[in-house]
């Protein structure tokens, strides 16, 4: 499995903004897409957003418009960061990432907790 380095979470009150960022020191073109999930306590984890490595973006009908996920490629470092404004309390999660490599393989982060409380 190809480690994967998460950054950025942390606490923010309703309607501030967090940046996550996600690190996969790979060849590019061995992956097929990056994605975030997230999982809130005692619930599933779901998926939030996904982007292709041709720039194809998707996101879950609960953060559009407020989320935003992007892909920089550099150096042999891709990494997918999720931009998160307007946060809301139902924010609230530990935010995993995906990486899905062509050939069918993937790779989980650890986690990054994000917390929106007043």
């Known amino acids: 499995q190809v480690p994967l380095v998460e950054s950025g979470g942390g606490s923010v009150q309703p309607g501030g903004s967090l940046r996550l960022s996600c690190a996969a020191s790979?060849?590019?073109?061995?992956?097929?897409?990056m994605a975030w999930y997230r999982q809130a306590p005692g619930k599933q984890r779901d998926w939030v957003t996904t982007?292709?490595?041709?720039?194809?973006?998707?996101?879950t009908d609960s953060v559009k418009g407020r989320f935003t996920i992007s892909l920089d490629s550099a150096n042999g470092k891709n990494t997918a960061h999720l931009q998160m404004n307007n946060m809301i309390p139902e924010d609230t999660a530990v935010y995993y990432c995906?990486?899905?490599?062509?050939?069918?393989?993937?790779?989980w982060g650890r986690g990054t907790q994000v917390t929106v409380s007043s």
């Open positions: 790979v060849d590019l073109f061995s992956i097929s897409d």
């Open positions: 982007i292709t490595r041709s720039g194809s973006t998707y996101y």
């Open positions: 995906n990486v899905q490599f062509v050939g069918g393989k993937s790779s």
